[in-house]
């Protein structure tokens, strides 16, 4: 048994949507088996142009380039967490950090995730816990999604914790398993479509709004075979680039409709993904960047009526919960306790995964 205790844990995300670093400072504490959380300290930084091209690209560099990058954008992560932790005065036991995700391909065994854990402990000067997929992939898993242990032991009060960030992903508990799986692509593709008339996302849904539905390209996308496949399942960007990116790039519509279309798209997946769970009256909390897009909310809200009851929670849990779960899992893979479950990845067996580095 341990001794309660509070840990104070700095955890690291970047997304796929690939708007920045997000920082948070986090305590969690154990009484009767029962786990809580505060939200201490956030911070996002914003990638300056040049590393947000570095990081779109590094899935195209040759291996010694993509392994130089590996560890460079590993002391730049030490680097933002020992700023961090300094501008703050923060007293902290480690730091855990996801890393950016480059490959994703869980069915030939692979995933990679950026952001070498030695050298961001030895640049930050502290213990350092990265690294969480590789292992549930190498038990046959999917190595994603891995905040539905987050879900489960700290956000435990709602029936479904949906994300909305580059990929909508859902968990849920169901038979006294957690399950989990990513629904269809969010703010990736919302955010790809604005790039067409150079605008980083679409503010609000506002553009979104203002379009009409075009029928044939919701059934195009309604129609992706993805959709079918029973779960758990996950999406990446290469699905992204290899199945959606052709049916929009092969739309003639304006910017609005695409957005408006699109946006409807995500909000008949996912309740058509909550519906399947035959779950009536449920509340279904709202986290990610796409919390903020209210046309999306909307949208979600009239599908769900009568079904489930939408709650947004405060800023700090929209924009830093995934910040917030990979502390979590440190703390987790520090008590060696289990962190990734076989319900939601489809692995051999749960797992208690993450690397551990020391400073020298």
């Keep these: 048994m341990h001794a309660s205790k509070t840990y104070k844990v700095i955890g690291l995300m ?114 350092v816990i990265c690294d969480f997929r590789t292992n549930d992939v190498a038990l046959g898993g999917q190595g994603a999604p891995l905040v539905p242990i987050g879900d489960q032991l700290l956000f435990n009060e ?90 929009i790039d092969n739309t003639q519509d304006s910017v609005e409709n695409l957005l408006h279309t699109s946006v409807v798209h995500i909000a008949t997946q996912i309740a058509n993904g909550i519906k399947n769970t035959q779950k009536s009256d449920s509340t279904l909390l709202i986290t990610g960047g796409g919390a903020k897009n209210n046309f999306l909310i909307e949208m979600l809200q009239q599908k769900l009526t009568g079904f489930a009851k939408v709650v947004i929670p405060s800023v700090d849990s929209i924009d830093f919960k995934e910040a917030l779960i990979f502390a979590f899992m440190g703390v987790l893979r520090d008590r060696n306790e289990i962190n990734c479950l076989k319900s939601v990845t489809g692995a051999l067996k749960d797992s208690s995964s993450g690397v551990t580095y020391y400073p020298n």
Aim: aromatic share 12%; with cysteine; proline share 3%.
């Design 158 to 247: 709602y029936d479904f914790c949906l994300n909305l960030g580059g990929i909508s992903n859902i968990s849920f508990d169901s038979k006294a398993q957690r399950m989990a799986y990513d629904i269809s692509p969010a703010n990736m593709l919302l955010n790809f479509i604005c790039q067409k008339i150079n605008l980083e996302y679409d503010q609000g849904g506002q553009l979104a709004k203002t379009g009409k539905i075009n029928p044939q390209l919701l059934d195009l996308l309604n129609a992706l075979e993805y959709y079918n496949l029973p779960f758990p399942k996950s999406l990446g960007y290469e699905w992204f680039a290899e199945k959606v990116i052709p049916i």
């Design 14 to 127: 970047s997304g796929t949507s690939l708007d920045g670093l997000d920082i948070a400072c986090c305590h969690f504490e154990n009484k009767n088996n029962t786990w809580s959380f505060s939200i201490v300290k956030t911070q996002s930084i914003d990638y300056t142009s040049a590393l947000k091209e570095q990081l779109k690209n590094t899935v195209h560099l040759e291996a010694s380039k993509l392994l130089a990058f590996h560890n460079e954008y590993g002391n730049w992560l030490g680097e933002q967490a020992k700023n961090f932790i300094k501008k703050y005065t923060l007293e902290i036991d480690f730091i855990a950090s996801h890393g950016h995700t480059v490959f994703h391909q869980p069915e030939i065994g692979l995933t990679h995730q950026i952001g070498s854990g030695q050298h961001l402990a030895n640049s930050s000067n502290h213990k």
